[in-house]
């Protein structure tokens, strides 16, 4: 049967210096900011707010349904 992974030695007697790893940024790479556009960012608002008024919209009028049917339903 064949191992594989299996061969690393791991010390338990001693602590792990973690202060070297954790002193390095994962990337050594200068962070250049990006150019926004701001009428992009109004249409994803734009479309966002649209869905959230829809979803509003199905939910008043399922209520109105709802309601109208029971007031129907105890007039007769």
Not at 11 to 19: R, V
């Amino acid at each position: 049967m064949n191992d594989k992974g299996f061969e690393a030695e791991v010390n338990f007697q001693e602590t792990p210096n973690l202060e070297e790893i954790a002193d390095k940024p994962l990337k050594d790479e200068e962070i250049k900011p990006q150019k926004v556009d701001i009428n992009i960012l109004k249409a994803r608002a734009k479309a966002i707010q649209d869905k959230e008024n829809l979803k509003n919209l199905f939910v008043i009028i399922f209520f109105l349904l709802i309601l109208g049917t029971a007031g129907i339903y105890f007039s007769i």
